[in-house]
């Protein structure tokens, strides 16, 4: 059974820093590409940050220069640091595992596997 537990979410203010980590991210079999989505209420789940087997990383635009995704493959845990959040950052953010090593289509469409998600609260 594949379990991806999250654990740093939290209530910031705008301006500060959070660290998300992900236990678990990536398959024990074949490296895969990981990533992090968030989704707002009532707003369709977005994806924020990817990595991908190769190193690769994207951004989203609304986060690039701000939020910094890596991987300790010593540990097995994908991490997400978030610098200068915004209030517009407040979601629940959910660590991905893809199905393969790219995430061709920068969507949920390539992912396999979720966690339960962690809640980031930026206020003003």
């Known amino acids: 059974q594949v379990q991806l537990e999250e654990s740093g979410g939290g209530s910031v203010q705008a301006g500060g820093s959070l660290k998300l980590s992900c236990a678990g991210a990536d398959s024990p079999y074949s490296p895969r590409c990981m990533g992090w989505f968030r989704q707002a209420p009532g707003q369709e789940r977005e994806w924020v940050a990817l990595i991908e087997a190769s190193g690769t990383t994207k951004y989203a635009d609304s986060v690039k220069g701000r939020f910094t995704i890596s991987h300790d493959k010593s540990k097995n845990v994908l991490y997400l640091q978030m610098n200068s959040l915004k209030n517009e950052d407040t979601a629940m953010y959910y660590c991905?595992?893809?199905?393969?090593?790219?995430?061709?289509?920068?969507?949920?469409?390539?992912?396999?596997?979720w966690g339960q998600g962690t809640q980031v609260t930026v206020s003003s």
């Open positions: 991905a595992r893809g199905i393969g090593g790219s995430c061709y289509h920068q969507s949920a469409a390539d992912i396999g596997y």
